[in-house]
Nanobody
């Protein structure tokens, strides 16, 4: 069974940092692309970053480029999203998701991702 579990969210002041974790099971990081998405109240879910280990490619949304970084620990089947220089507008529930390599995962469109975690809340205070 494919599962993704996020952790690491919390409350942080503007300018601070958080590291989110996405631990996966039921598949290896070589099999699927992994995306990070976020959804703020009243807004649509938006793509933050996505990467494919098999493709060796990582993409970031313009709004987070230079501030967020994706990394992996293959031994732990975990993907990290390091978030630096956080802004109040980064406040949202953050999700990780898996997409087949054949899907257009690099578009960071939620519908292309077939499995989702439960989400973790990130709140950035001003």
């Amino acid at each position: 069974e494919v599962q993704l579990v996020e952790s690491g969210g919390g409350l942080v002041q503007a300018g601070g940092s958080l590291r989110l974790s996405c631990t996966v099971s039921g598949f290896s990081l070589d099999e699927y692309a992994i995306g990070w998405f976020r959804q703020a109240p009243g807004k649509e879910r938006e793509g933050v970053s996505c990467f494919s280990r098999s493709h060796g490619s990582t993409y970031y949304a313009t709004s987070v480029k230079g501030r967020f970084t994706v990394s992996t620990d293959n031994a732990k089947n975990t993907v990290y999203l390091q978030m630096n220089s956080l802004k109040p507008e980064d406040t949202a529930v953050y999700y990780c998701a898996a997409a087949s390599e054949s899907a257009r995962w690099f578009k960071m469109v939620a519908n292309n991702f077939h499995s989702w975690g439960q989400g973790t809340q990130v709140t950035v205070s001003s």
